[in-house]
């Protein structure tokens, strides 16, 4: 039996806060095609499903398929409305995030600072810019420019503070900290924003969350430097099974944290 685009969106905004990502895919390509038929292939409905369906399966690693669908929504975006307004700046900061993931850093700078340009002329300053500036900074950790990302997290976590409406958003960008902060030398600040960020998505999401699962990475690798194998060990467990169930195996995270917990094993066997 099929279902309704309202049943289908629905269902994804449960899987949602749900934190199943695995399980919006089927979802989101079923109201795709349903959208078409219903609204038109280049209706903003479909631009929208286009660019969410795409975010979703950057974080999955069907890095192929996800550049498909953004550069589709891009296109329309482009020919209905031209390239100076904050649709074609979100759909291009999505595409830029997926270049990071790819680790094609020059095309993914490129669209952030385009993206980030285009935001301001509109005047901007709020969650969306608060988003390139989180999003621009874990590019520079990627290359491992940590001052550069310091200051732009920094930059985030001011303007999402002062928005009461995105106390996630605040979360995952105190949990994008901590990493610069240790390695500039800021290590009780970077112990801190973990465990604010795990209060926080503990508090809003539940302790099954991708997002709990990251904050739980954090601690994990504090207690790995500390030398604290077991409890290092005991939460990269916890993370991975969670990354596992929401991620997939094929996800850039959970590859991450299999490549920590196996260093874990390592210390664990030459110490025993």
Known sequence: MEMSLESLTEKILELKKQGKV?????VYRELLFAARQNYGTESNEVITILNDLGGILRYVGEYSEAESYLLESEKLIRKKYGTDNREYATCILNLAELYRFMREYDKALELYKKSMKIYSANGENGYLYASVCNNLGLLYQDIKE?????????????????????????GTTLNNLVLPYKLTGKREKAKKCTEEALEIFAGTLGKEHSLYSAALNNLAIFFYEEKEYKKAGDLFEES????EKTFGKNSINYKNLEENLKAVRAKTGEES
């Open 146 to 170: 940590y001052e550069k990302a310091l200051e732009l997290h920094e930059k985030s976590l001011e303007i999402l503070g002062k928005l009461s409406d995105y106390r996630l958003e605040y």
């Open 240 to 243: 991975l099974r969670i990354c």
């Open 22 to 26: 695995l399980e919006q895919i089927p």
